[in-house]
Structure formats: structure tokens, C-alpha cells
């Protein structure tokens, strides 16, 4: 994988976290777990897309898209086991 590759995942993660920490009630978690949360609701955004049947195009923004809904996913989960 280049280089280059990684910096656009590390991109399209951090602005996925965040916006996710925005949809979701509270804020943020800090920049590097921002950008883990947003990798991991790439994955689960993606897996989610793929088992629906829904394609947001295969641009940047559809990944961010992507990814966003996934991270949302992933911090509300969390915060119902959180809650528990």
C-alpha cells in the first residue's frame, strides 16, 4: 500500500470521528481515537452498505458518508454498553 493510501485512510478517519462525536450525543474523544473510530466505522459502514444494498458512490465523500454512518453506529453501541 502506498504512502500515500494510508494518509487518506488516516484523513477520511479523523473526519469521520469527528463527525460522528458531533451526531452523537457528547463530543470527541481526541484526535487519534477519533480517527480509530472513524477507520473501524469505515469497516462497519461499508459492511452495512454492502449488506442493505446501498452504494454511496466511490469518491471521497462517499467514504467519509461511509464512514460517518458507520462510526455513528459504533460510538452508539458503545455507549449503550457504557451505559450498562
Known sequence: M???GILVWLIIGAV??????LVVKGGG???I?????GIV???IG???????GLSLGGGLLGSIITAT???VVLLFVVRL???A
Open 41 to 43: 466505522g469505515a469497516f
Open 46 to 52: 461499508g459492511w452495512l452498505a454492502g449488506m442493505v
Open 2 to 4: 502506498a504512502s500515500h
Open 69 to 71: 454512518i458507520g462510526a
Open 16 to 21: 469521520a470521528g469527528w463527525l460522528a462525536g
Open 33 to 37: 481515537v477519533d480517527i480509530i473510530v
Open 81 to 83: 454498553f457504557k451505559r
Open 29 to 31: 474523544f481526541g484526535l
